[in-house]
C-alpha cells in the first residue's frame, strides 16, 4: 500500500483496499454458495426382484435433492446424490460402496434399501466409522451393534417380532381363536428376522407351531409349499417373504383353495401398486404390513405434498405410480440426515452420528426419535387387509378403502374381515 512522506497510507489507496475487503466479503458465500456439491453416496436396487420399491424411494430421494438445493443447498454447498444399481443383490454391495468411498469421494453415505443389501454394507461402513441411516431394513444392527447406524423403519427397539406383531393382535383378539399357526419364509435376511419374530409372538400367544420351513430365494413354484401348509391344518400362516414370492405365494394359494383363518404378516412387495394391480381380487383378504397410507390419522406434515409432486412425476419415471409404500420413507431418510448436518454444522460422522442419537427428527412420516441399536424408539409397524377389490384398476389403490388399517388402533382406519373366506 503507498505511504505519503509522514508514513500514512494515500486516501485513495484506503479506499481501494476497503473496497476490496469488502469484495471479498460479498465473495466468499458467493463462491461456497456455488463450490463443490456435497456427494451423498449410496446404493439402490433399480433392476432386479427390488427394482419395482427401489426406483419408487430413488424419486422421492430425486425430489429431496431438488428441495435442498432450491433452498441453497447444505452448509452452503449444493448437495448431489451418487448412486449405483445393486441389481437387488447383496453381492453387488460391497463393490459398490467401496466405490463410492475410495474412487468417488462422497463425504456422506446412507444405506439401500432392503434388509439383505444393508447388511453388506455394514463391515465397510464400520471400518470406515461412518454414520449410516438404511432405508427399511429389519434389525440389521442386531448382529453389529454399531453405534451409528440407524434404521428408517418403524419396527422399533424390538424389531424382529414388531413386523407381525399386529398381526398375531388380530387373530388373538376374535372370537374364533386361533390354536395353530404355520410359518414359512424366504431364506434370505429380512425374512429369517421376521420369521425369527413371529416365532416369539406365536410363543407369546400360546399357538401350537404346526409348520415351520424357509424356502429357496430362487423358488418359482409355491404349489408344493401351500399344499405342504394346508396339509399341516394351521389356523393361521405368517408369510415372510420379498416379492417374487410373495406374487407367487399368493397365487399359489387362490389356485388350490387354501382358507386358513388369517394369512399374510410380513410379505414385502404388496404394498407395491403394480403388484396389487397385477393380483387384483387375488389379494382380498389378506393381511399384512405396511409403514404409511394416506388415511386421515396419518396426514403428517409435507407428505401430502410429497406425494402430489412424487405422483406428478411417477409416470414419466416409470416408477410406481402412487408411491405410498417408498416414496414417504426415501425422502424422511434424507431429511434426517439433513437435519443432522444442519444441526451439527459438520460433515464429520461422529458428530452426526452423536445428534442423531440424541435428537428428535420432523419428517414426512411424522416425528422420529432413535433408540437402542438405531431403531426408532417406538414401534408403528401397520397391519392392512385388502377388502372389497374388484378388477385390476389402480385408481382402485389410491382409494385407500381396498386397503384397510386394522393395526395399530390409533391409526386404524377400519376393521378387519376374520376369517379370511369371508373376504373372497
Known sequence: MPFDMAGRPFAGAVVAAAALMAAALVAAPAAAQTGEPIKIGYSMALTGGLAPNGKSALLAQKIWEEDVNAKGGLLGRPVKLVYYDDKSSPAEVPAIYTKLLDIDKVELLIGPYATAQIAPAMPIVIQRKKTFIGLLGLAVNSEFNYPNYFAMIPSGPDAKPAFTQGFFDTAMAQDQKPQTVAIVAADQEFSRNAADGA???????????????????????????????????????????????????????????????????????????????????????????????????????????????????????????????????????????????????????????????????????????????????????LQIQFQNIKGNDVAQFKDISTQVVITPTEYASGKVIYPYEKAK
Open 199 to 381: 416365532r416369539e409372538n406365536a410363543q407369546k400367544a400360546k399357538l401350537k407351531v404346526v409348520y415351520d420351513k424357509t424356502y429357496p430365494p430362487s423358488t418359482n413354484d409355491f404349489a408344493p409349499i401351500v399344499r405342504a401348509i394346508q396339509a399341516s391344518n394351521p389356523d393361521i400362516v405368517v408369510v415372510c417373504s420379498y416379492p417374487p414370492d410373495s406374487v407367487g405365494l399368493v397365487r399359489a394359494v387362490n389356485e388350490i383353495g387354501f382358507k386358513p383363518k388369517a394369512i399374510g404378516g410380513a410379505m414385502v412387495g404388496l404394498q407395491a401398486t403394480a403388484i396389487k394391480t397385477q393380483l387384483g381380487p387375488l389379494l382380498n383378504g389378506w393381511i399384512n404390513y405396511d409403514f404409511w397410507l394416506p388415511v386421515p390419522k396419518m396426514d403428517f406434515p409435507g407428505v401430502a405434498d410429497l406425494i402430489k409432486r412424487y405422483q406428478a412425476k411417477a409416470a414419466g419415471e416409470g416408477v410406481d405410480p402412487l408411491g405410498y409404500y417408498m416414496a414417504p420413507w426415501g425422502y424422511a431418510q434424507l431429511q434426517v440426515l439433513q437435519q443432522a448436518v444442519e444441526g451439527t454444522k459438520s460433515l464429520d460422522d461422529a458428530k452426526i452420528g452423536d445428534f442423531i442419537r440424541a435428537n428428535t427428527f420432523k419428517t414426512v412420516v411424522g416425528d422420529v426419535k432413535f433408540g437402542a441399536k438405531g431403531e426408532w424408539a417406538q414401534s408403528r409397524v
